[in-house]
């Protein structure tokens, strides 16, 4: 017998609260695009604005932690840097993260080659940075040093925000594939919902977008979706077995059957994102923030979102209203 987190013949009335739902989805969407407009848009990381990560190593004999370092940075003029611990408690080894110099590039540009400019400007930036750190800490080497130009930066944000797109493309002609067209549009609104309130909390915690968000957004995209299209098929096979029954009360029954895999899968899969935001590191830990977040509001959608909108197309344009009208049922 199947281990059920929720009882058999467990009944909550989930599309009763679609109203509520839709005006807490509207509002927290609305409090996204606040905290954009608050904060002056996106805060976004080295990975789309341009920027360098330095990776060093101290000496043993050296006394040094991210707080130390994060003031001596701040002092050289170093506002953005982000300093965070490459390794286990106790490790010598940090990573350092600063925005490209805009002004700097500028000057560097009208100095010489325009192509050589971002790089030139991040050289002398980080030779500056070394130094300071050098004369107040005490030694290191240097275990890498990655740059992403704005140019470069730039194209990476376009790749991005194509690759959402196009993966909201794929789900709408997927979903209309696999059920039909009236089923579609409930899935890619869903998925939307949960990027824009995703991004909409991350941007009030003020998190940094990167590529590891951007990865997160995609996971989560794929997340939501594998829990649509689970609480669709039961809505389909239910359709196709209870011809006559009530449409709010089919689509109840179809969530409340799924309910315990929902929860099972969304609990299994926060214990694992727990584990990596609590041990992972501060390197992995904005994408497990992400994740976390996703997880949340993608398990809301699926239940109060996809539904809702399937509830309301059905109504208008299904083969429901076709009967109740006198109508011979359209076909899908």
């Given at each position: 017998m199947p281990f059920e987190l929720i009882p058999s013949g467990t009944h909550i009335d989930f599309l009763g609260w679609r109203r509520f739902c839709l005006g807490l989805s509207l509002g927290l969407i609305a409090l996204g695009i606040g905290a954009v407009v608050w904060r002056g848009g996106i805060p976004m990381g080295i990975d789309f604005v341009g920027g360098t990560e330095i990776q060093l190593l101290f000496d043993d004999a050296v006394?040094?932690?991210?707080?130390r370092i994060r003031d001596i940075v701040r002092e050289a003029g170093f506002e953005d840097a982000s300093v965070v611990r490459f390794g286990e408690l106790g490790s010598k080894d940090f990573l350092i993260r600063f925005k490209a110099d805009p002004n700097q590039v500028a000057e560097m540009a009208d100095a010489g080659s325009e192509g050589d400019a971002d790089g030139l400007a991040a050289n002398t930036r980080i030779i500056q940075l070394e130094?300071?750190?050098?004369?107040?800490?005490?030694?290191?080497?240097?275990?890498?040093?990655?740059?992403?130009?704005?140019?470069?930066?730039?194209?990476l944000r376009s790749d991005g925000l194509n690759a959402l797109l196009l993966s909201a493309l794929a789900i709408l002609a997927y979903v209309a594939f696999r059920f039909n067209a009236r089923f579609a549009p409930g899935a890619v609104v869903a998925v939307i919902h949960d990027l824009a309130v995703t991004g909409g909390l991350l941007v009030l915690?003020?998190?940094?977008?990167?590529l590891r968000i951007l990865a997160a957004m995609l996971a989560i995209l794929g997340y939501s979706?594998?829990?649509?299209?689970?609480?669709?098929?039961?809505?389909?096979?239910?359709?196709?077995?209870?011809?006559?029954?009530?449409?709010?009360?089919?689509?109840?029954?179809?969530?409340?059957q799924t309910l315990s895999r929902t929860v099972l899968t969304s609990l299994t899969t926060l214990l694992t994102l727990l584990s990596l935001y609590f041990l992972g590191g501060e390197v992995i830990r904005p994408f497990a923030e992400a994740m976390l977040i996703g997880v949340f509001v993608g398990t809301y959608s699926s239940i109060f979102i996809a539904s809702a909108l399937l509830l309301f197309l059905e109504e208008r344009y299904g083969d429901r209203s076709a009967r109740e009208a006198g109508k011979k049922p359209a076909r899908a």
């Open positions: 006394d040094v932690d991210e707080s130094k300071a750190i050098r004369e107040r800490i005490g030694d290191f080497s240097e275990q890498r040093v990655e740059f992403v130009g704005p140019r470069v930066g730039a194209e915690f003020g998190v940094e977008f990167d979706l594998n829990d649509t299209i689970i609480i669709y098929d039961r809505i389909r096979e239910n359709m196709e077995l209870h011809t006559k029954a009530d449409l709010v009360e089919l689509l109840n029954n179809s969530v409340n």
